[in-house]
């Protein structure tokens, strides 16, 4: 009854190298034989069944029988699609425990916890236009801004708990082309019990939570957001899983997926379980589920949650309550291992796609190539950026000068790794407050630095990203409940804002010079780095090639309006003005920020022109320079 299993891909999966292991395992509709086959790996189970709607839920009518290396399968007739299962196992300590399928690609609307049988395949993608073009792109040299979003609190429609895949697609389509974002960045959307854990506590690693709709309603939302250009991320979760007794842990009476020891397996400030990456087949889950998503849904990369927790064996534990690797050191030797299959699997299989790292420390290397002694990653959050910028905007506007490191540091390490720049929904929860909120002032001054921070953040080298209401100053925290404050667009504040940010998106995205070299001095020259007693920074972005380009940003630090503002210029020409974040169009002054500028020749600060401008109050301002000829 198994011959459909071939012994090479329950040795790939049981050395670590399957990549698509959830076409053996799981729910499959097998044609030849008009059943259904369910696959399971549970090597320490004294018994396996399959149990359902189907049958009773009986665990004595389907039972699962072995058929290698701790594969158990059964084989039954006449399911559907949307029929409800799980695994009755009796574990290897003696106890009968009711699991969801590992590999379901589907599962019941929580607080259900069945899976469900569910056809994968037969969507008819629209997207074939879109897909053609990204496998000759260079993310790198790209403009990248993010929106990331948490969908079921992004909008809700009225009488709903969730807005569903399809109800969101064209509305967040339009509204991501209207604001200029490159791309959306979604919070997990793997299946996952409790939603106060935002999506990050998975039980589900290879089903989309059913809270937004089917696996082929996700298929048409990645469809519809392509066809208008916008890629497409995913914050994917291989570092940890919840205890939940339907979930991983403990899946066969002996502990399977996670660490047996505590002291590696217990994840002791999140209450969670963490991945035995030493165990090939746990190597094998984890790749696998991340190329389905990558594959199945057309996603265009993927962010890592929690790196740090999976780099360092004593992240979040009391000295001495960790267990060194075999060099006697912190970091996790088999975590390492699996980050660079990961990585290598993704973007060796999906040409045009990324992987993002979360990662918080000064671990080296998690953008270089594995083959250059790196993790791998196309890209990680600077974490550094955004908590010294948040930081520094949180100060009295008095004594900025004597932290204006805060606001300079980020360039002595900028071209390490390949960045990007995250304000994310990490920052504005748990008493963190709203971007807004966070800035230091009245009501006037917090708009103002708001408008200041996101002009420096779309200057500096490093991609983009923003969490969902940023964009229109929502002035609460979010909560993971309740849709955004999309009311607040009816002040002229908040939509003074919104016009701002999506002004910043298209000039980023067409002035090449902000984009294209992000990962070297050739693009960037500082004009004002050590300016605490005004607390003004001022550099100038490049392009590559012939024709260079220069954009010149200035940003202003303090409510005090600069008037005749010196700034060193490395050559002679004709500075244009791109953008004044004071301008009454954003909720500003209205003070007036100089239109044209022309160049003096004058040795000023080690270059050997000048420029005279006015910096409005708070304000970040862009010039366009064009060199004389």
Known sequence: MSKD??????????????????????????????????A???????????????NGWDKGKSPMHPVKNGVFAAYVPGLKDGDSYKYYVKGYDGKGVYKADPFAFHAEVAPGT???????????????????????????????SIYEIHLGSWRKKEGYSFVSFREAARELAEYCNEMGYTHVEVMPLTEHPFGGSWGYQITGFFAV??????PQDFMYFVDVLHKSG????????????????????????????????PRRGEHPEWGTVVFNYERPEVVSFLVSSAVFF?????????????????????????AGNFIPNKNGGNIDLDAVEFLKKLNSVVLTSFAGCITVAEESTAYPAIT??????????????????????????????????????????SMSYAFFENYILAYSHDEVVHGKKSMLDKMFGDYWQKFAALRALFGFMFAHPGKKLMFMGSEFAQFIEWAYDKQLDWFLLKYEKHAGMQRYVARLNHIYRSHPCLYEIDDGWEGFDWLSVEDRENSVIAFMRNSSGKDKTHVVCAVNFTPVVR??????????????????????????????????????????????????LTLPPLSAVYYELAEDK
């Open 5 to 38: 299993i071939l012994d090479t891909d329950i040795y790939l999966f049981n050395t670590g190298e399957a990549q698509r292991a959830y076409l053996l395992f799981g729910c499959h509709f097998i044609p030849g034989m008009s059943m259904h086959r369910f």
């Open 40 to 54: 399971v790996w549970a090597p320490g189970a004294r018994a396996v069944s399959v149990v359902g709607d189907f």
């Open 114 to 144: 069945a899976s469900k049988v569910w056809e994968i395949e037969g969507y008819e993608w629209g997207d074939g236009e879109y897909m053609a073009a990204r496998v000759s792109r260079n993310v790198q040299k790209m403009p990248v």
């Open 209 to 214: 939570t059913s809270r937004y709709g089917t």
């Open 230 to 261: 916008i890629g497409v991320i995913m914050d994917w979760v291989g570092a940890h899983f919840p205890k939940d007794e339907h979930g991983l842990r403990r899946f066969d009476g002996t502990c399977l997926f996670e660490h047996e020891d």
């Open 294 to 318: 990558m594959d199945y849904f057309h996603l265009d990369g993927l962010r890592v949650d929690a790196v740090t927790s999976m780099l360092y064996l004593d992240y979040a534990r009391e």
């Open 368 to 409: 270089r190539p594995p083959y250059d002694g790196g993790l791998g990653f196309s890209f990680k959050w600077n974490m550094g950026f955004m908590h010294d910028t948040l930081r520094y905007m949180s100060m009295d506007h008095l004594f900025r000068r004597d932290h204006h490191d805060k606001i300079t540091f």
């Open 563 to 612: 008037a005749g503002y010196a700034l060193a210029m490395p050559a002679p020409g004709k500075l244009s003005l791109l953008l004044s974040s004071d301008d009454t169009e954003f909720g500003g002054s209205g003070v007036a920020a100089l239109l044209e500028v022309k160049t003096i020749k004058n040795n000023f600060c080690g270059k050997p022109y000048m420029a005279v």
